[in-house]
């Protein structure tokens, strides 16, 4: 009888067995459209092109890496002063983006483009990081989840594409890693699953739940790259 009522909170989260992360990831890949993901199930808004017809401009992908860079100048440096402890887990994990999206702002300085301050999205995501790293850490880790290993996925794809549409194919920094990504991954999921496995079910739940604001907060910085 007791292994039975196991069984069924098993099915109950989907991913639960194989760890917190693989919760994560249930959540955010059915967040996902069909054209971007097979896991996808969410339904395509009218003014939203799947990837292969984006049409990006190179002011508009300026835009997105300095946004982008404000958005990881805050959480690393959220991760360093970490206000709540369990963050120092997540210091120097080689996942870290703001030294090579400096790199890659400094490259197109040198090229002679304008670099303009940070705008809105970049902004407006940062406040609420810094927001939540004070008082909701599992929403908290809920974002910094998915801006990473978002960007180990479906970034990586934005960037080849982009690359190829106008930067003439040329790979920055932003997608460069240093060491093997796979195990880097490997290593932060770990270290995600365990300092998750000391929160409630229903700290778990509002990480969860957290996933949507993420895609809403990230989905305005990729915007840019369109604008
Ligand atoms: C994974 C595409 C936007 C979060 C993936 C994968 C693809 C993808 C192809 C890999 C699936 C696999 O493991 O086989 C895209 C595209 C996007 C996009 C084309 C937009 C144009 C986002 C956004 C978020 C997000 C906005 C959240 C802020 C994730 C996460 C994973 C993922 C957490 C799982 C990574 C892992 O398992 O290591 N995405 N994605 N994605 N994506 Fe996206």
């Known amino acids: 009888r007791a292994a039975a009522t196991v069984e069924k909170r098993k099915a109950f989260y989907p991913g639960e067995d194989k760890g917190f992360v693989e919760e994560m990831r249930f959540v955010a890949m059915k967040l996902h459209r069909k054209d971007q993901s097979s896991e996808g199930e969410k339904k395509a808004e009218a003014d939203d092109k799947p990837l292969a017809k984006w049409e990006p401009s190179l002011d508009g992908y300026i835009k997105f890496l300095v946004d982008s860079k404000a958005v990881y100048d805050t959480m690393e440096s959220i991760v360093q002063e970490a206000p709540h402890p369990s963050y120092a887990e997540f210091r120097n994990t080689g996942l870290e983006r703001a030294e090579a999206l400096a790199k890659d702002i400094e490259w197109f300085k040198e090229q002679g483009h ?18 939540l790293a004070e008082k909701d850490p599992p929403a908290f880790i809920c974002h910094f989840y998915n801006v990473y290993f978002a960007h180990s ?11 190829d549409k106008v930067l003439g194919g040329r790979e920055l920094e932003f997608y460069k890693w240093d060491g093997d990504l796979k195990e880097i991954l490997a290593a932060v999921k770990e270290k995600l699953n365990k300092v ?8 778990k739940n509002r990480c969860l739940q957290e996933t949507e604001k993420s895609f809403k907060f990230s989905g305005k910085l990729l915007r840019l790259i369109v604008s």
């Open 196 to 203: 998750s496995e000391n929160w409630t079910r229903d700290e």
């Open 153 to 163: 996925a479906g970034g990586r794809m934005i960037g080849r594409q982009v690359a």
């Open 114 to 131: 304008e670099i303009p301050e940070p705008g809105e999205p970049g902004l407006t995501y940062s406040a609420l990081l810094k927001e």
